[in-house]
């Protein structure tokens, strides 16, 4: 059974700096992607960014590249969303995902809440 929880939300005010963390656990897979996602309030659940845990390779959103860095923590099992310069559009629920490579999300956490003031 595979199980990912997150931590790291808050609020904080804009410019500021936030690191969000998520830790798989019950994995018995090696070749898989850690995925970012975000839902704002009233929004599509949309893409922040992925990492690939065997070649530690990212992608990212367009919108936070730049900002953001998806990184992980092998002793630990932890992927890490290193947040910077927050913008007040960046307030949302942050949710991170598991998929085999090739695969779907199929695993989620239960999300950890971003709130950017101005």
């Known amino acids: 059974q595979v199980q990912l929880v997150e931590s790291g939300g808050g609020l904080v005010q804009a410019g500021d700096s936030l690191r969000l963390s998520c830790t798989v656990l019950?994995?018995?897979?090696?070749?898989?992607?850690v995925g970012w996602f975000r839902r704002g309030s009233g929004k599509e659940r949309e893409f922040v960014g992925r990492?690939?845990?065997?070649?530690?390779?990212?992608n990212y959103a367009d919108f936070v590249k730049g900002r953001f860095t998806i990184s992980k923590d092998n002793a630990r099992n932890t992927v890490y969303l290193q947040m910077n310069d927050l913008k007040t559009e960046d307030t949302a629920l942050y949710y991170c995902?598991?998929?085999?490579?090739?695969?779907?999300?199929?695993?989620w956490g239960q999300g950890t809440q971003v709130t950017v003031s101005s």
């Open positions: 019950g994995s018995a897979f090696t070749e898989y992607f």
């Open positions: 995902a598991a998929a085999e490579t090739g695969g779907q999300y199929l695993w």
């Open positions: 990492l690939r845990w065997d070649t530690e390779s990212t």
